[in-house]
């Protein structure tokens, strides 16, 4: 569990954004998201599929600009 303690004169929407700052950073939000849902297997992998397409796309185009 995550536990975010008031410093001496912090405000409490600093404390939020530190709080958000560390969610964003173990990827807490996102995981929960993804699993919001229940996904088809096939689902997933075609989703995986095609974010490694963009992906090497992306590499791909790099490498020729270079």
């Known amino acids: 569990m995550i536990q975010i303690r008031l410093k001496k004169g912090e405000t409490v929407e600093r404390a939020l954004k ?38 090497n796309r992306s590499r791909r185009l790099m490498r020729e600009m270079s």
């Open 18 to 55: 530190r709080l958000k700052k560390i969610l964003d950073k173990e990827g807490l939000l996102k995981q929960l998201r993804n699993n919001r849902y229940y996904e088809k297997p096939c689902e997933k992998a075609r989703k995986k599929s095609a974010r490694a397409r963009i992906r």
